[in-house]
């Protein structure tokens, strides 16, 4: 397990997925992240690539081929190296050296770096194309905050606030048979209480939005994510069918990318809000996550 820290915040990330295990706050003693508990579900913070949600069929066709790729794709599975490395920062890389050609028929180099600044983690991502062709990948985050964090605390003390991209229509997305279907405009969409039925038919989708917190309304402890420029995110959290419940913690997914629609062709070139990336050529983003 890596550490890095600061007077603020203490973080312990996994070399397996370049995975981001616990977030403890020195000011205050608690412990941010979910435990991973896989009674619910069994990670914390996986990155998702080079697919975000699931494939119709868990299939798609490239170039006369068809592969089978499972959900979330398989970057979150493999053993990163750690490239370089300070008290407050490191940054892990994966390279992938023809071993995916099975399911992804591209080489890759991924680096995932963590940044500490005061009480705010930044994750930045950089994907490089070893081709000679273009290359075809989608990219999330899915870290998964627990609650409730206080011990008088529930799960109904807790809501989402949502900040929308400017000038831009919000759209609001739903799961069935975990594929995508749009459902409209996301109207006046600034807070969402939380609730046990809330997740009951999978995770809120959404475009277009700039940052999310989950703030407890009568701690005013809780999680800021800001994704400014992602196309997309997901909020999820597991619901247990026996009891009627939602797990104890809750996940806030900036993601560029999404699941397959339902008539979608399975050309991976034409799947709904795919990236593209010359040969040789890097693509960045961050997001970064605030405890308080």
Not at 79 to 87: G, I, R, S, Y
Request: aromatic share 14%; hydrophobic share 40%; glycine share 6%.
């Amino acid at each position: 397990m890596i550490v890095i820290e600061n007077d603020w915040l203490k973080v312990e990330i996994s070399n397996n997925g370049a995975e981001v295990r616990k977030v403890k706050h020195k000011n205050n003693g608690l412990d941010y992240m979910w435990t991973g508990d896989k009674a619910y579900w069994g990670r914390v913070s996986p990155v998702l690539f080079p697919i975000v949600g699931r494939l119709k069929e868990d299939r798609y066709q490239l170039d006369g081929k068809t592969y089978e790729m499972s959900q979330h794709g398989f970057l979150r599975d493999v053993v990163f190296e750690v490239d370089e490395q300070t008290p407050t920062d490191v940054s892990f890389m994966f390279e992938s050296t023809g071993r995916y050609i099975h399911v992804y028929p591209y080489d890759f180099k991924a680096i995932i770096r963590y940044i500490l600044n005061e009480d705010t983690l930044v994750v930045r991502w950089e994907i490089i194309n070893e081709n000679k062709e273009e290359m075809y990948f989608s990219i999330g985050a899915h870290p998964a905050f627990r609650i409730p964090l206080l011990e008088n605390e529930t799960i109904e003390d807790y809501s989402l606030h949502f900040i929308a991209a400017a000038n831009k229509n919000v759209m609001e997305y739903e799961i069935k048979n975990s594929l995508i279907d749009e459902k409209g405009m996301a109207n006046d969409l600034s807070m969402i209480q939380l609730t046990d039925s809330l997740f009951e038919h999978d995770a809120l989708i959404y475009s277009n939005i700039n940052q999310i917190t989950l703030a407890s309304h009568k701690s005013n402890h809780g999680v800021e994510v800001i994704f400014e420029e992602f196309p997309f995110v997901g909020v999820w959290s597991k619901y247990m069918d026996t009891g009627g419940k939602m797990a104890p913690f809750v996940c806030i997914e900036p993601w560029y990318g999404i699941a397959d629609t339902y008539n979608t062709t399975g050309n991976l070139k034409k799947k709904f809000g795919i990236n593209k990336l010359k040969p040789a050529e890097s693509f960045q983003a961050k997001y970064k996550m605030k405890f308080k």
